[in-house]
């Protein structure tokens, strides 16, 4: 107990010290010609009003401080400029794997890594990357042929969760339902509620991503690392009775089929405990952002009894021209124009994500400044999302902007990316997003029970509640 006292005591005397050896030793100080801006303080930088602070509200306020277009910063531990505005977007596309490539924080990459390997494998990272951006997984005519199986899942779950009630939770409904669908695609799973149990745990998993990476008991970092290994134990017996079916015959349909076949050049495959850190953070990808569109949906269209009046008809001529059991196709969802419209402006009011980050691979200049290689970018499409200049009247819910033969300036709406870094899963998130749209709309009318619910939540953003909301169904 004295002793414990003591280290207490003495804490913030070694945090001054440290603080002071980095200082000294920190070579940004003598860099030249970087953009205006803050580092903060040496170690932490401002990574405390980053997080706690909203990071929209934390770019927001640089930008005006220090230049609208670029300014530096440090936080989860990098040196880091925030690139903004369109011209900002443009640029950051155009250059990917040229001047920039992917970064994972800290927190992230503690999470995700195999705790198996001695060190990060990188032949595995490249092995994921390809498999997840081949043609034959994510692509229109691939998913087309999962569409009727995401369909049944959709209506499966809305019976059982949401038939013959009056009042339900949208945002737990929607991260089951999401992380179901993500189960069946991904891992190919039969029963993939036995994945979605693990709900909860994929929350701390989300909440931990952007973290400080502590491993002190009761902090968000240290329930996300608990969480991961919960889900990552669960999958390595998933990975295994595929293995298993796999010998005996059974064809290679699924992402994870083809990260079990995935070699280097070596002709190494990756290891169990490799398979199910990459399988865990693809399931985290098409989970939370999914679910977040969705709930924003239902809370947005609840109150907004015009806009829900338009999809329902356009919902109700896809629905009429079906027969009786049938399930939705390709040609179903190019009908929904209006539906999907409706859905970018929910994803423009509420982004699913605030934004990501990259790593500088050489010195480059923008906007008369020079950041140097391996600083960290930071991208966030709050710049552009919400700027009167681009989109008037931007708090109001419109779904007429994107109507055919109207135009923005380029860039200056990128929910999902652009160019070599757009979003990968993009057309899965379409499928799945207006599966639920079509489904939830031709079954019940809703109101929300608490229309000015506190909207929680850093880099990904969730009702605190789980938005209650009054369903009523059409054949009440």
């Known amino acids: 107990m004295e002793l414990t006292l003591l280290l207490l005591s003495l804490a913030p005397l070694i945090l001054l010290l440290v603080i002071r050896i980095f200082s000294l030793k920190d070579p940004s100080r003598s860099a030249k010609n970087l953009p205006p801006g803050s580092l903060g303080w040496p170690i932490f930088g401002e990574t405390l009003e980053f997080l706690f602070g909203k990071p929209e509200k934390f770019v927001f306020d640089r930008m005006k401080k220090y230049s609208s277009d670029i300014f530096k910063t440090r936080i989860l531990g990098e040196k880091t400029v925030v690139i903004c505005g369109p011209d900002g977007n443009k640029y950051l596309f155009s250059n990917e794997q040229k001047l920039f490539t992917a970064f994972r924080p800290h927190s992230m990459r503690k999470l995700f890594r195999s705790h198996q390997a001695a060190a990060p494998i990188e032949v595995s990272r490249e092995a994921a990357s390809k498999i997840l951006r081949s043609p034959g997984f994510l692509k229109p005519e691939a998913l087309v042929r999962y569409l009727g199986k995401m369909d049944s899942i959709t209506q499966q779950q809305m019976q059982t969760y949401w038939e013959g009630k009056d009042e339900v939770k949208a945002f737990p409904f929607a991260k089951t339902l999401t992380l179901s669908l993500a189960c069946r695609f991904f891992l190919g799973s039969d029963d993939p509620e036995r994945i979605a149990r693990l709900v909860s745990n994929f929350d701390d998993v989300t909440l931990g991503m952007h973290s400080i990476p502590s491993g002190f008991p009761g902090t968000t970092f240290y329930r996300a690392s608990k969480a991961a290994a919960a889900i990552r134990r669960e999958l390595r017996k998933v990975i295994s009775e595929k293995r298993a079916s796999m010998a005996g015959g059974a064809q290679a349909q699924d992402i994870l089929c083809h990260m079990i076949l995935a070699t280097d050049a070596s002709g190494k495959h990756m290891t169990e405990a490799e398979i199910a850190g990459k399988i865990l953070g693809v399931l985290v990808a098409g989970y939370s952002t999914v679910a ?102 931007p708090e109001n819910l419109d779904p007429s902007r994107y109507d055919d033969g109207k135009a923005f300036p380029a860039f200056t709406f990128v929910p999902f990316g652009a160019g070599p870094g757009m979003c990968p899963g993009k057309e899965y998130a379409r499928l799945a997003i207006l599966t639920f749209v079509h489904n939830v709309v031709k079954r019940f009318k809703w109101e929300v029970v608490f229309p000015e619910e506190k909207i929680v939540g850093d880099m990904i953003p969730s009702p605190e509640k789980g938005l209650p909301i009054r369903i009523q169904s059409h054949s009440c």
């Open 292 to 393: 977040t569109a969705m709930t924003f949906f239902m809370k947005y269209v609840g109150q907004r009894p015009d806009i829900y009046a338009k999809i329902l008809t356009e919902q109700t001529e896809v629905a009429t021209a079906k027969k009786a059991g049938e399930l939705l196709d390709w040609d179903d969802i190019q009908k929904m124009k209006y539906s999907w419209n409706v859905i970018y402006e929910v994803m423009r009011l509420t982004p699913p994500i605030q934004g990501a980050f990259r790593e500088a691979l050489t010195d480059f200049t923008y906007a008369g400044y020079t950041i140097p290689k391996g600083w960290k970018i930071y991208w966030t499409v709050s710049t552009t999302n919400k700027n009167p200049k681009y989109f008037p009247d």
